[in-house]
């Protein structure tokens, strides 16, 4: 014989069970009623506003396939981590516009850029980024040169680098270009002198 | 000496959906082995034990049923041949079943099956059918017995294309049918150092039973879809272990080793390895384990490895030509209907016959739509101990060709002896890359073939322990088309070719 203190037990605990059942099936329509974050374009973090400074950014032209340095004025905060946020913005801001000689896919975003001594650069992309990016060797290791060589251009005493998505590795950023190890910065160095020629 | 893993058969058989009646013979046995009362128990153990005997017999005195193998990605399994006729047949119902949705529709003389929306309509006694609207014609009269439609076996080579919308290739002598890319490669080398060691290695994982009787090693592949090397006799500079045949029958491969001294079979972890050797040297129960030189670290803590000092005679490839991408990598999509995997292993496959043209051994590693991981790709190529490794990629964007060596730091690597970084194991090989990919370079030059030379953080270029280039190539115009045509492809595998060719005895003798 079941005692009846638990039976009530079991009605109540049951009770509650539904009422968290249909509660949840209602937030999960909510939710999915709502799909916001994925395709949230808009910037992360104000424009930095104040005195500019003139920084090389190393833009990649498809067309040619070639990485050209050009000379910009933008406004750079003092903290050294955060110019190195602002010129890969500077940079994205380029190959985001409609005129693009180099067009990343709408949305794309640095997350993060962290400078760990002696001479890391991590930089974290988002997933946007990656996900839109056109696919080829060319194609992707001009992007790569191009945020490496713009770092370590305007930031003096970078070694290496490591790119990141959405805070976590990635094997490749479209399907060739290794994301997986540690950037040279010489070596990319040496392959933005590569790229500045077509032939 | 025999030799046969048993643990592994069984896990193979059911992953593989491959059913033989076996299981059905142990649960009848299971059967009469039901509780047991005191006063039955003699006459139950006799009853039991007659009809053990009995189920036994059966099994043994039933001829061998002819059986087609079947290999596609979906699944792996093998369906009855009846003997009509004179001719063999199969039930297409039971072969289209574990591929997709199917459905049939029987009267008196009309057959028709759905697979997947596709309508297959056939009359019994007609040696023509009508699949998706469109006429076939089949090697022999369409069959109909008790509602089971059989259709000629020679037929479903032209017949299941239209059902599937891809090849199909029927290896009619021995039962086999391949279904899509899924084929098994393997290479099978002597070990340098070892002349008593045989090593095969699968471009997919396989799990055999061996065998072995006085001067011989069997190992059949019921399951796996092993298919033959570019010669079916392979022969090897070793007195312990002078051949191996692969021969194919009754819906299985065969690889017979012959060997003058007894030999033990085992496997390497990811069963994509099987080692031959003496039991002396080579417990059964060490299995083996790919040379640290040419296989990648298991964690990336893990990142050096022993240098590769394999002397360039012992090799059996002296090129590795890699299709890039396969399977679910799909690579860039060069247009509405054209995969950049498709392009890189048709051009695999011209290089490679350009490269042979010129008396260059050459192992495609790609050679199917198989899916390799890049560290899979490295591990192969390491292995086979070539003298150049060459990796094809195709783009849509820019005009000609590119040539790329691993993008790698000035050798600055701290000196770890006989260990390198698997990051960066190309970095010795770096000037002979280099000099394969000018010598490429000039080839395409001279046909006026716009070329470029760079270096990429394309993987696995930095994981290969020899002379290694990637090839991007890309349409001559703005149009993508050419990229698939078998004229601009052959004009570019026979140019590589004949840069490989040129600096052959800067990269190592050839074998």
């Known amino acids: ?199 | 000496m025999r030799s046969i893993r048993r643990d592994r058969i069984s896990r193979s058989s059911t992953r593989n959906n491959y059913g033989n009646g076996l299981g059905k013979g142990t649960a009848s046995g299971g059967a009469v082995r039901g509780p047991e009362t005191s006063g039955l128990q003699p006459m139950r153990h006799v009853a039991a034990g007659m009809l053990l005997l009995f189920a036994v017999m059966l099994v043994s005195a039933a001829p061998s049923e002819k059986r087609l193998s079947v290999y596609s990605t979906a699944a792996n399994y093998s369906v009855p041949i009846a003997q009509r006729q004179g001719r063999d047949y199969v039930g297409l119902l039971e072969l289209l079943d574990p591929l997709g949705k199917v459905s049939v529709k029987a009267d008196a003389s009309r057959w028709r099956i759905h697979y997947n929306n596709i309508l297959g309509d056939f009359t019994a006694g007609k040696t023509h059918a009508r699949v998706q609207g469109l006429d076939t014609e089949l090697s022999g009269k369409f069959l109909l017995e008790n509602g089971r439609g059989l259709v000629p076996l020679i037929s479903l080579g032209s017949l299941l294309p239209r059902f599937l919308g891809g090849p199909a290739t029927l290896h009619e002598e021995s039962g086999r049918l391949f279904i899509g890319s899924v084929a098994t490669h393997f290479t099978a080398t002597v070990s340098p150092d070892d002349p008593s060691r045989l090593v095969l290695q699968f471009t997919a994982p396989v799990n055999p039973s061996v065998a072995s009787e006085p001067g011989k090693v069997h190992m059949t592949f019921s399951h796996e879809p092993v298919t033959a090397p570019a010669s079916s006799t392979l022969t090897f500079d070793s007195k312990a272990i002078p051949s191996a045949v692969y021969s194919e029958q009754n819906g299985a491969a065969e690889i017979t080793v012959t060997t003058t001294i007894p030999l033990l079979a085992s496997f390497s972890p990811d069963g994509r390895t099987i080692t031959l050797a003496p039991p002396k040297t080579q417990p059964a129960t060490n299995a083996t384990s790919t040379p640290a030189a040419t296989s990648p670290p298991a964690t990336p803590a893990a990142q050096s490895a022993p240098v590769n000092t394999a002397p360039a005679v012992a090799r059996r490839y002296f090129a590795v030509v890699d299709a890039s991408h396969g399977g679910n990598d799909r690579g860039e999509a060069l247009s509405a209907t054209l995969a950049e995997k498709d392009v890189t292993v048709a051009f695999a496959r011209r290089l490679r016959q350009e490269l042979e043209n010129r008396g260059i051994s050459t192992l495609v590693l790609r050679d199917s739509d198989a899916n390799l991981s890049l560290d899979d790709r490295a591990y192969f190529a390491n292995t086979a101990h070539a003298a150049i490794y060459v990796a094809l990629h195709a783009a849509s964007n820019g005009h000609g060709v590119r040539l790329y060596t691993a993008l790698l730091p000035d050798s600055s690597e701290e000196d770890r002896g006989p260990f390198r970084s698997w990051a960066t194991a190309q970095q010795s090989s770096m000037p002979l890359s280099r000099a394969a990919m000018a010598s490429v370079a000039d080839e395409l030059r001279k046909l006026q073939v716009p070329v470029r030379t760079l270096s990429a953080p394309l993987r696995p270029l930095n994981n290969i322990v020899t002379a290694a280039i990637a090839l991007e190539v890309a349409p001559p115009a703005s149009d993508v088309s050419p990229l698939a045509s078998p004229d601009y492809q052959q004009r570019i595998a026979s140019a590589v070719a004949s840069g490989i060719a040129d600096i052959r005895g800067q990269l190592g003798a050839a074998p």
């Open chain 1, 1 to 199: 014989m079941i005692p009846r203190h638990l039976y009530f037990a079991i009605s109540v605990l049951s009770l509650a069970v539904l009422v968290m059942g249909v509660y949840a099936w209602h937030m999960r329509g909510r939710a999915a009623a709502n799909p916001v974050a994925a395709t949230d374009t808009r910037p992360v973090v104000p424009p930095v506003a104040g005195p500019t400074e003139q920084v090389t950014l190393f833009v990649a032209y498809d067309d040619i396939g070639v990485l050209r340095p050009q000379a910009a004025r933008i406004p750079l905060p003092s903290v050294r981590q955060e110019r190195a946020e602002e010129l890969l913005r500077a940079l994205l801001a380029i190959y985001l516009d409609k005129s693009s000689p180099h067009q990343l896919p709408q949305g794309s975003d640095v997350r993060s850029v962290y400078l760990v001594d002696p001479g890391l650069a991590v930089i974290d992309v988002n997933a946007a980024f990656a996900d839109g990016h056109r696919s080829g060797v060319l194609s992707e290791e001009l992007t790569i040169a191009s945020l490496i060589q713009t770092l370590s251009a305007n930031l003096p005493g970078i070694v290496k680098v490591k790119i990141l998505v959405e805070g976590k590795e990635r094997q490749t950023l479209a399907g060739h270009a290794d994301l997986s190890n540690f950037f040279d910065a010489a070596a990319v160095s040496q392959l933005a002198a590569q790229l500045q020629s077509n032939q």
